[in-house]
């Protein structure tokens, strides 16, 4: 009796080892590997090339509005191309955009833009626009490629609709797996 359940814990050991030996070995090969996520922040003004903007009794203004302006990326200098569409009411609400970011090497990051702009009259008869939207991630080129990611948009506009908007766009991208 004593030998036949010394050769069992034998042969379930060596079962343990062969089967350990094969999980360390195979695993690697199988895994994805994750690069580690590209925290990126873009700070621009950007200005108006074009727009077409439509308004409707009480204070109704939809339309598109085709905005431009420079930027740094990491340590190069790059352009930042938004592409967007507002529906507002004296001034305030919805808008949507998509967001391309050229740096000087050619690499290329595009993002959707939805957020809410908010109209504050000031005391001096003027109004300050305040935005705020969520970022999703497109792609890109490059290390952006099929990338994935998700961010947050603020800026401010001083004037009428069409003037130049100073944005901050803060994203957290993970590169495509390998």
């Given amino acids: 009796m004593k030998r036949l ?87 305030s609400g919805p808008f949507n955009g998509y967001v391309t970011v050229t740096g000087a090497d050619g690499t290329v990051l595009a993002f959707r833009v939805e957020g809410s702009a908010l109209a504050v009259p000031l005391n001096s008869g003027a109004t300050e626009t305040h935005f705020a939207g969520d970022i999703k991630v497109i792609g890109g080129t490059g290390t952006f490629a099929k990338a994935k990611g998700i961010g947050t948009m603020v800026g401010t506009r001083d004037a009428a609709l069409g003037s130049p908007v100073r944005l901050t766009f803060r994203l957290t991208v993970l590169p495509a797996r390998t």
């Fill in 5 to 91: 359940l010394s050769s069992r814990i034998r042969i379930v050991a060596v079962l343990t080892g062969v089967i350990a030996a094969s999980i360390t070995t195979l695993a690697p090969a199988h895994a994805a590997t994750y690069p580690p996520a590209i925290p990126i922040v873009l700070k621009t003004t950007v200005t108006s090339s074009g727009t077409t903007l439509n308004t409707l009794p009480g204070g109704i203004t939809y339309g598109w509005n085709d905005l431009n302006g420079p930027t740094t990326w990491g340590k190069q200098q790059a352009a930042i191309h938004f592409q967007g569409d507002v529906n507002y009411l004296n001034g």
